[in-house]
């Protein structure tokens, strides 16, 4: 893995840990965090047994697909620990184009290819008395799906990278590209600020601008039209009362008129 990544130009700082199997890889470097590991360490698995998404939702996580989290430390020069899931998002758009798959970015954190979903990121920050002192970045891309692990409720929505290229790529080259690209983000963000980011993002987000999406937030509905995402990675939606809300998570869909 380290061998790859000095192919690609990056010399990885931390340590990079490979587990056969765990509940979840952001459960682990979540331990790491507590117990002093340094920023960048990497968690990376085989097999999840309880991964998650956003929104409490489960993630799906068979062998033969990619499953890792880092450790990060942001320093106050990161503008808003929001944005680092949008960065992120790009970096794993880059690594998937890499393979030969052209996804989208779904606000706010996942990667399709058409309508239907080939990764996902889930960010989790811990504060502490200074503001925040860690944010576990998980990522989990689908390589290779077998149509028989994946439940018949959601077979139609997703893919994977074999699907989409005809192509099998090996686990420890899709973790080292989508590390390389990650960091090369993450230090963007810090370097550029939030403007770098966006706009990036945007350019290989789903065309939903001046349509209309709904986002469930917990037990909220809320429906508008989607106008942008700002400085700190918010979804602004103009609503039917004539005011703007900017949320920071939820589930987003378009909504579509009858016949489209």
Known sequence: ?????????????????????????????????????????????????????????????????????VLLRP????????LIPLAAGVAVAEALASFGVRAQLKWPNDLVVGERKIAGLLAEAASGSEGIETVVLGIGINLSLDPAEVPATIRDAVTSVSLESRRSVPLAEA???????????????AREGAATVLAAWRARSVPWWGRPVEVRAG???????????????????????????ALLSGEARELRLAGE
């Open 1 to 69: 893995m380290r061998g790859l990544l000095q192919d690609r130009g990056d010399a990885w700082p931390a340590p990079i840990e490979y587990l056969d199997s765990v509940t979840s890889t952001s459960d682990v470097a979540k331990e790491r965090g507590r117990a002093g590991a340094p920023a960048f360490s990497v968690i990376l698995s085989g097999e999840q047994t309880a991964g998650r998404g956003r929104e409490g939702h489960g993630w799906i996580s068979p062998r033969g697909n990619l499953f890792l989290s």
């Open 75 to 82: 320093a106050a020069r990161v503008p808003h620990a929001g």
């Open 175 to 189: 973790a080292a590209e989508t590390l390389a690209r990650v960091a090369v983000w993450y230090h963007a963000l």
């Open 219 to 245: 037990p909220s509905l809320i429906r508008g039209v989607a106008r942008g995402v700002d400085e700190r990675g918010a979804l602004l939606l103009d609503l039917e009362d004539g005011t703007r809300a």
